[in-house]
């Protein structure tokens, strides 16, 4: 039977509940047990890929091709494994369920109602996942903050858990934020002892608090949060600002969470074994030789919109004992005029074309790819930035004047980058991506080919509508370009790269999902060894 980590949030959204969970995940598996997690979020969106960025970060992209919460990222980086798009439940997945059962007449005449409906839905889409997994805990983040009228069937579903699975099955965890006031440097509780008392009238009482704070949680706080959360001071922790966020697995075993969590779950507190991720972090805060990474979006007002990318070229720093420098330009005030597209080439030594789709800022990200031609600056463009890529070097190299992405510009003499034909009669716009990871093989020696070490198939994540016309690529190899991947159920282009370039590659899929803190992902590290002009790949990468 697993046992169950339920972890909710309070004062606050973006507390740190997802670090929190993915952490109390890394402290169980370094312990000996199978872990997997969950992360329900209350939206009635089915899922996250319809959802604007600037609404709700990064649409992380699991391997079956579930379009989900960023949160879902990090449990894969901080657990190393490969979740499920079954790992992300929202309300508008258990609403349709439920609605769809009820017009099957299912219920058998029944009053739907939220309780037991709904509610019931929700334990079995849980249940589910922890039978399909066979882990030994589940830990479930419920999204969102305690009070909010969309989470409370969630909240209600988890206490039910609680009553059906058993008290030592079941744990309850709270992270709530304690503020420090800028005009007296105080440390205040009563955010904590608010939120703890609204999430004790829906009839759930914590077995832990994570209090989240600028600074660690000072003995006096601790004690009131304890008193009057009617728990002992040993289940207040503390989780501070940190420099990384891959130290906090580190400073909550510090504490004592890890053995606390196997204890109240009546687990074998065995002994843990932090000692690579420890050295990874000692790698990531040790680095002091600067790379300077040019990140070229329109989403960049928010940085959560392009986090696996963040953590990818970290991961990717620390492997190669180097301090990446993220550098922020907004495509659309290239676009504009606002802002040159040389800097980004001129002021960094690598440059990275993000992933976004639609009209706005594409044509600032394809001045930007013009120049890195020119200049001949390492670079790496993904998913759209790879198809831009495309329009640059058939503008730029191949004398295709007016080339464009038939997204862009539906009329363009040039459709180089042109829609799936599968796309062109769909009536729905959400879940139908080409999505979820795919084969593709790579041409022997090819640039591609030598950074993945050899390897003839590799395994990566896709998520996008549009592909390289087949019709222009002998005029677009003739100007350059080269081909170095293709994928293997039906030959579109997923790699290219520019010869006499000392690094410039176009990754159709997303190769930053499929990054590791221990295990980078290739594309990445190829950049920063590239930007510090050593070769993008080693004979033994």
Excluded at 15 to 21: D, F
Excluded at 77 to 94: C, H, M, P, V, Y
Excluded at 151 to 164: D, N, S, V, Y
Excluded at 326 to 343: D, H
Aim: net charge neutral.
């Amino acid at each position: 039977m697993a046992k169950y980590v339920f972890v909710t949030g309070g004062v606050l959204s973006s507390v740190g509940k997802g670090i929190t969970t993915a952490s109390i995940g890394l402290l169980l598996k370094s312990r000996g047990y199978t872990v997997t997690a969950i992360k329900i979020d209350p939206y009635l969106n089915v899922d996250a890929g319809t959802m604007n960025p600037y609404m709700h970060g990064e649409v992380f992209v699991t391997e079956d091709g579930g379009e989900t919460d960023l949160d879902l990222g990090h449990y894969e980086r901080f657990l190393d494994i490969n979740l499920s798009k079954r790992n992300n439940i929202t309300a508008g997945q258990i609403y349709l369920t439920v609605i769809q059962r009820e017009r099957r007449g299912e219920y058998l005449g029944q009053t739907v109602q939220v309780i037991p409906h709904v509610t019931d839905e929700i334990k079995s889409r849980i249940r589910e996942v922890a039978k399909n997994s066979e882990a030994d805990v589940v830990l479930v983040e419920i999204g969102g903050t305690v009070g909010d009228i969309e989470g409370l069937p969630f909240l209600e579903a988890i206490r039910q858990m609680r009553l059906e699975e058993g008290f030592n099955n079941t744990m309850f965890v709270h992270v709530a934020l304690a503020p420090v006031l800028s005009t007296t440097g105080e440390q205040k509780t009563k955010p904590v002892q608010h939120s703890v008392q609204e999430l004790r009238r829906i009839g759930i009482q914590p077995d832990a608090i994570i209090t989240r704070s600028p600074r660690p949680l000072e003995p006096g706080a601790r004690r009131k949060i304890a008193l009057y959360a009617n728990l002992p001071p040993s289940a207040v922790f503390s989780s501070p600002d940190v420099e990384v966020i891959y130290e906090v697995p580190i400073v909550l075993e510090n504490q004592g969470l890890g053995s606390f969590v196997t204890k109240r779950l009546g687990l074998e507190d065995r002994e843990p074994d932090l000692s690579k991720w420890e050295e990874f972090v000692k790698r990531v805060k040790s680095a002091t030789k600067k790379i300077r990474v040019a990140m070229v979006g329109k989403y960049t007002k928010l940085k959560d919109s392009y986090i696996s990318i963040i953590e990818a070229i970290r991961h990717a720093g620390a492997h190669l004992q180097v301090k990446p420098i993220l550098n922020w330009y907004e495509s659309t005030s290239i676009e504009k005029g606002e802002l040159s597209p040389s800097k980004p080439v001129e002021e960094n030594d690598a440059v990275i074309v993000l992933p976004g789709f639609g009209q706005r800022g594409a044509e600032g990200k394809i001045k930007v790819i013009e120049k890195v031609i020119d200049e001949d600056k390492p670079f790496l463009g993904i998913c759209f930035g790879m198809q831009l890529a495309v329009v640059a070097i058939a503008r730029h190299l191949a004398g295709l004047e007016n080339a464009n992405s038939t997204e862009i510009d539906p009329d363009t003499p040039y459709p180089v980058i042109d829609l799936l034909e599968e796309q062109r009669h769909l009536d729905k716009l959400g879940g139908t991506m080409r999505l979820g990871a795919s084969p593709i093989v790579l041409i022997n020696n090819t640039l591609v080919y030598k950074i993945y070490g050899g390897l003839e198939i590799v395994y990566e994540r896709h998520r996008h509508r549009y592909e390289v016309n087949p019709k222009f690529l002998d005029r677009l190899v003739s100007a350059g370009m080269v081909v170095s991947g293709y994928s293997l159920d039906k030959g579109l282009v997923e790699f290219i790269e520019l010869k006499d370039h000392r690094l410039f590659v176009g990754s159709q899929p997303h190769p930053e999902f499929h990054s590791r803190p221990m295990k980078p992902a290739p594309l990445f590290v190829a950049l920063l060894r590239a930007a510090q002009g050593l070769t993008p790949y080693t004979t033994t990468n």
